[in-house]
């Protein structure tokens, strides 16, 4: 039967307070009994850790488990933009979407008039030229535009550029002559 | 110096929204632990395997239910207990759970398996680990071996914190008898 004020397995396995702990300690310096009682706990746990820990025989992963999918739709969606009928659906889809919009103008054209004349062609042609050559004109214009502002900024920050080599030339002139050790072209 | 970027807590969050790069980083941060707890109180590494990754499935489909990141390691511990005593029902389910023990070889503990000890490691551990009962050798695992604290072991093995204490000391008790026996002169 133990002496120590608190449980010494208590305090060999760090469950006690600070304060616990410092009585503990306090206890067992001047207690032989306590004292052999802790180095047999501390034999006891040196022999348990003989044993090893092993290594995992095969490491643990589920990176591409589909059971980690949130749910079956999900599931299935990914499943189905991860495989190959992703490119046939787009394909498919692409497909699809001429065929209505071809059917659809096709509709529109001949409800009113039936087949188109080569007259009525002709103004077509000359509706999407014309319109052709305005975007062309507002694409020129703009381009325009932004090359004559582009210059005009290059120019501005050339010349303050200029103007600030300029200044600093001055500032150093200045400096020099008031300093007294400024010598003239003229001297030498 | 370890230097850890990322937190156990902020994978966890990551992966309870449905990251599984995160939850694979964070089982290769727990799974050597997890195994061989699982390893030492079922006697066998195929079972302790197959286990382990039970318990992280098991896991990963119930993250969402851990109310706290920072309870992970006992919440973790808590489901391979149970996966553990649900094998050794399903085993022997005419006999309870704690009458389940592992059966002694010459090189160490064994479950209806291969030996788990290699031969050079300390067959007095072994022997000693054999004979106490699966409460008291499980309580010795998660304090000895991985360093929890009662109120934590408590939380895992669903009991009392007294309860814990009993069978840990009880089965200290035990080893140091094997381990450190008293020598006529003292400590031996």
């Given at each position: 039967?133990?002496?120590?004020?608190?449980?010494?397995?208590?305090?060999?396995?760090?469950?006690?307070?600070?304060?616990?702990?410092?009585q503990v300690e306090a206890h067992?310096?001047?207690?032989?009994?306590?004292?052999?009682?802790?180095?047999?706990?501390?034999?006891?746990?040196?022999?348990?850790?003989?044993?090893?820990?092993?290594?995992?025989?095969?490491?643990?992963?589920?990176?591409?488990?589909?059971?980690?999918?949130?749910?079956?739709?999900?599931?299935?969606?990914?499943?189905?933009?991860?495989?190959?009928?992703?490119?046939?659906?787009?394909?498919?889809?692409?497909?699809?979407?001429?065929?209505?919009?071809?059917?659809?103008?096709?509709?529109?054209?001949?409800?009113?008039?039936?087949a188109l004349s080569p007259a009525?062609?002709?103004?077509?042609?000359?509706?999407?030229?014309?319109?052709?050559?305005?975007?062309?004109?507002?694409?020129?214009?703009?381009?325009?535009?932004?090359?004559?502002?582009?210059?005009?900024?290059?120019?501005?920050?050339?010349?303050?550029?200029?103007?600030?080599?300029?200044?600093?030339?001055?500032?150093?002139?200045?400096?020099?002559?008031?300093?007294?050790?400024?010598?003239?072209?003229?001297?030498? | 110096?370890?230097?850890?970027?990322?937190?156990?807590?902020?994978?966890?969050?990551?992966?309870?929204?449905?990251?599984?790069?995160?939850?694979?980083?964070?089982?290769?941060?727990?799974?050597?632990?997890?195994?061989?707890?699982?390893?030492?109180?079922?006697?066998?590494?195929?079972?302790?395997?197959?286990?382990?990754?039970?318990?992280?499935?098991?896991?990963?489909?119930?993250?969402?239910?851990?109310?706290?990141?920072?309870?992970?390691?006992p919440w973790i511990y808590r489901?391979?207990?149970?996966?553990?005593?649900?094998?050794?029902?399903?085993?022997?389910?005419?006999?309870?759970?704690?009458?389940?023990?592992?059966?002694?070889?010459?090189?160490?503990?064994?479950?209806?398996?291969?030996?788990?000890?290699?031969?050079?490691?300390?067959?007095?551990?072994?022997?000693?680990?054999?004979?106490?009962?699966?409460?008291?050798?499980?309580?010795?695992?998660?304090?000895?071996?991985?360093?929890?604290?009662?109120?934590?072991?408590?939380?895992?093995?669903?009991?009392?914190?007294?309860?814990?204490?009993?069978?840990?000391?009880?089965?200290?008790?035990?080893?140091?008898?094997?381990?450190?026996?008293?020598?006529?002169?003292?400590?031996?």
């Amino acid at each position: 039967m133990s002496c120590s004020p608190f449980d010494l397995r208590d305090y060999y396995l760090k469950e006690l307070t600070d304060p616990q702990q410092r009585q503990v300690e306090a206890h067992v310096k001047v207690c032989s009994a306590c004292r052999e009682e802790m180095e047999r706990l501390r034999l006891t746990q040196a022999a348990l850790f003989s044993l090893r820990d092993e290594e995992i025989p095969q490491r643990i992963a589920f990176v591409s488990d589909p059971v980690f999918e949130p749910s079956r739709a999900q599931r299935w969606w990914a499943a189905f933009w991860g495989s190959s009928g992703r490119l046939g659906f787009a394909g498919a889809a692409m497909l699809s979407a001429v065929l209505l919009f071809s059917a659809l103008t096709r509709t529109a054209g001949t409800s009113s008039s039936g087949a188109l004349s080569p007259a009525d062609i002709d103004r077509h042609i000359q509706r999407a030229v014309a319109a052709s050559e305005v975007r062309q004109t507002l694409m020129t214009k703009q381009l325009v535009h932004g090359l004559v502002e582009r210059l005009d900024r290059e120019h501005s920050m050339r010349l303050v550029a200029e103007n600030d080599a300029e200044y600093a030339q001055k500032q150093a002139y200045l400096a020099e002559r008031k300093n007294g050790d400024y010598v003239t072209p003229a001297s030498n | 110096m370890i230097f850890r970027a990322v937190e156990d807590t902020d994978l966890i969050r990551q992966a309870s929204r449905g990251s599984v790069e995160s939850y694979n980083l964070l089982v290769s941060r727990w799974e050597k632990r997890v195994y061989n707890y699982l390893l030492r109180i079922t006697g066998n590494r195929e079972d302790a395997l197959d286990l382990a990754q039970d318990v992280f499935l098991k896991a990963y489909q119930n993250l969402r239910k851990l109310d706290d990141p920072g309870r992970f390691a006992p919440w973790i511990y808590r489901i391979a207990h149970n996966e553990a005593y649900s094998l050794f029902r399903k085993r022997k389910p005419e006999v309870d759970a704690d009458g389940v023990e592992p059966r002694a070889t010459d090189t160490g503990i064994n479950v209806g398996g291969s030996s788990v000890f290699p031969i050079e490691l300390s067959l007095a551990v072994a022997s000693a680990l054999e004979r106490l009962s699966p409460d008291q050798r499980e309580a010795v695992v998660l304090k000895i071996y991985q360093g929890f604290k009662f109120e934590e072991m408590a939380e895992i093995l669903s009991c009392p914190v007294s309860t814990v204490k009993s069978r840990l000391y009880t089965a200290l008790e035990l080893l140091k008898a094997e381990l450190a026996p008293i020598s006529p002169r003292g400590v031996s």
